[in-house]
């Protein structure tokens, strides 16, 4: 069993920074893939970034490219979301999520388990 807990959160300005962070404890973290999602206000869930067990592959929605990095430390067992230059649309709740897997994934119903969230909104 995995669980999850995301942190990091809060209220930032338009073309600021947050830094994720989603500690992952349990039995057996090692294999499993990680995974952000986020849930805008009114809308469905949507995925965000994932990073493989071994860290050397990623993927990222395109709206995210070149602003939001995701990364792992599997010593400590938490997982980053480096999110810059941050836009009132990323403004959302954002989720950690994890499947065990050597395989990157990008959609929700794949990945097995998930933390509670937390809040990041973005003022214009």
């Known amino acids: 069993q995995v669980q999850l807990v995301e942190s990091g959160g809060g209220l930032v300005q338009a073309g600021g920074s947050l830094r994720l962070s989603c500690a992952v404890s349990?039995?057996?973290?090692?294999?499993?893939?990680m995974g952000w999602f986020r849930r805008p206000p009114g809308k469905a869930r949507e995925f965000v970034a994932a990073?493989?067990?071994?860290?050397?592959?990623?993927n990222y929605t395109g709206s995210v490219k070149g602003r939001f990095t995701v990364s792992r430390d599997k010593y400590d067992n938490k997982v980053y979301l480096q999110m810059n230059n941050l836009k009132p649309e990323d403004t959302a709740t954002y989720y950690c999520?994890?499947?065990?897997?050597?395989?990157?994934?990008?959609?929700?119903?794949?990945?097995?388990?998930w933390g509670q969230g937390t809040q990041v909104t973005v003022s214009s």
């Open positions: 999520a994890a499947k065990r897997s050597t395989l990157v994934y990008t959609t929700a119903n794949d990945y097995n388990y």
């Open positions: 349990g039995r057996d973290f090692s294999g499993h893939l």
């Open positions: 990073i493989s067990w071994s860290g050397r592959d990623t």
